[in-house]
């Protein structure tokens, strides 16, 4: 149980355009969802925290504008890079965790190479 | 303002030794701890977690934690390391009730065969 899937596992785009990440929980409902950026030999950092039915909670110095964030329903969250630029180039990985649960459960990442 | 500090941003064991890689963390409260693994270019995978009650968890793969309120440490162990446990391990903290977590900056673990 307590599995979380992200679609895609890796992209490539061109500058300049947008790229939807969707993270899903698959058999259970996810009541938050959290986005996290990790650098190559870094650690996470979280980008934004997502709660079904709510506008997302982003962290500081993470553009709201740039990384559209929509829980949609229980079971899904959607990550947006508008207008991505090379230093948007990163692993991305969610994690979400139901209403009584205490534990994060992370998908397996989505690379994103932007040229 | 909490936070975690893995001091040993690698570790080196040969295969069959003892691990136990660090972890110390400043909260305000009662803290939920986490042991996280990742496998290069993958997600990570809930080795561990400690809430409440015994002291001493275990977790899948062998994996073992203890919490230390009065030393602010949850390290985490395994008596006798394999090969396929080379993997970079996060320690993370937060509040419960699905709050954000804090993670460590990572130790990067390599098996010796």
């Known amino acids: 149980g307590a599995v979380v899937s992200q679609h895609p596992s890796r992209v490539i785009c061109k500058s300049g355009t947008s790229v939807k990440i969707e993270c899903r929980s698959l058999?259970?409902?996810?009541?938050?969802m959290f986005w996290y950026r990790q650098f190559p030999k870094q650690s996470l950092m979280l980008m934004a925290t997502s709660n079904e039915g709510s506008k997302a909670t982003y962290e500081q110095g993470v553009e709201k504008d740039k990384f559209l964030i929509n829980h949609a329903s229980l079971t899904l969250s959607t990550l947006t890079v508008t207008s991505a630029h090379p230093e948007d180039s990163s692993f991305y990985i969610c994690?979400?965790?139901?209403?009584?649960?205490?534990?994060?459960?992370f998908g397996p990442g989505t690379r994103l190479l932007v040229l | 303002a909490q936070s975690v500090t893995q001091p040993d941003i690698h570790i080196t064991v040969s295969e069959g030794a003892s691990l136990e890689l660090r972890c110390n963390y400043s909260y305000g409260a009662t803290p939920y701890l986490f042991w996280y693994v990742q496998s290069p270019g993958q997600g990570l995978q809930l080795l561990l977690k400690y809430f409440s009650g015994d002291t001493l968890v275990q977790g899948i793969k062998g994996f073992e934690a203890e919490f230390k309120r009065s030393q602010s440490s949850f390290n985490l162990r395994k008596p006798s390391v394999h090969w396929s446990d080379a993997a970079e391990y996060f320690c993370?903290?937060?509040?419960?009730?699905?709050?954000?977590?804090?993670f460590g900056t990572g130790t990067q673990l390599k098996v010796e065969l």
């Open positions: 993370a903290v937060g509040p419960g009730g699905g709050n954000k977590l804090t």
């Open positions: 994690s979400a965790n139901g209403a009584t649960e205490e534990t994060q459960y």
């Open positions: 058999d259970f409902q996810a009541t938050t």
